[in-house]
């Protein structure tokens, strides 16, 4: 168990929109990714391989390792839109788990959670990811494909395709205001590796 | 697989609102309980053990047997508010799963599942249920204690405790307007059948 939950959430909220998706256009050397924390119009840009440090510098974002590990999202109470991040570092790659409580219809609150590789598009097709949740006597298990970070968070949100918590769901949950999430990340199976060959 | 989507499925809709819960009310002889199928307002009123020959024969409830089953829920298009209906029959008793589309936002509709136990809230306390999507590389999967038809399927769905689908989502784990959902039923630990006792 980590409290992981970054100050920098607070800052979406009280500029009360998202910061827009800005990652296709910013990049003019195809070398360099724009800053992939979804909490900020940040200006960095760099390569790949030192996003990790940026994000942990910059935005304080912390890193947990192993296979299987459980995050504390603390505050679930806390007015949309909020977003809990973390990092999860396994299989020689780093993950980015974004929890994003958010009114997609008016007055109704609801929890979207996604894993994003930190690296390419085929590099994450190589990758299941398992979000779990589990109390009260109910579990739910949500098992995908990561997208990559330079894809946008915001459209995977927005189209739904990721774990979808109602509020009353994310309080049957929740304990203490907190909702622990189950996360584990695995290779895809053979066939999915030789396809990309 | 079974194509098991009743035709009575079309008269809720036609209707236009979705029966009122009046289990409750309606029951003067404890042991008598009114019809459970939730497409209608049936006014038959039975004991426990005829609800299921009651379904079948009026309501032309289709019935599974098996530990594991999949139920392919059609016509997936249909406007809200729709039900599809199925029994499980399994360790001896009687399951009714409901899928339903309805609108909680409006223009927005959604799918919710549940199972219920054609038994009693304390011999529903016996089992779990899980539902499982499966399709596109997404698994979706919810456990959870089913319960009573003596309870009201309605505040199972207005509460959100079941599991709930967006329509993306929906069409993600959709072939063909067809979704495939994966039912398992098991019995508790021995401590839940210990608490009863």
Excluded at 100 to 105: A, D, I, T, W
Aim: overall charge negative.
């Amino acid at each position: 168990y980590a409290p992981t939950r970054c100050a920098a959430a607070q800052t979406s909220a009280e500029q009360g929109v998202l910061p827009p998706c800005h990652h296709h256009e910013a990049v003019h050397d195809p070398q360099l990714v724009p800053c992939t924390c979804p909490l900020y119009s940040c200006p960095w840009e760099g390569h790949l391989e030192v996003v990790v440090s940026h994000l942990r510098q910059t935005h304080c974002i912390n890193i947990l390792q192993g296979a299987e590990i459980v995050f504390l999202a603390t505050d679930m109470h806390l007015p949309a839109p909020t977003d809990w991040i973390i990092m999860h570092s396994c299989l020689g790659h780093q993950f980015l788990l974004v929890l994003r409580k958010q009114e997609k219809y008016e007055g109704h609150p609801q929890f979207f959670a996604t894993m994003m590789l930190i690296g390419t598009p085929t590099q994450a097709d190589n990758f299941t990811y398992r979000l779990e949740l589990n109390r009260n006597q109910r579990r739910l298990k949500w098992e995908a494909t990561p997208r990559s970070v330079l894809e946008c968070v915001d459209s995977v949100i927005s189209d739904g395709d990721c774990l979808v918590l109602n509020t009353s769901l994310a309080q049957l949950f929740s304990d203490n205001g907190s909702l622990a999430i189950g996360i584990a990340i695995t290779t895809s199976k053979v066939h999915n590796a030789e396809a990309e060959m």
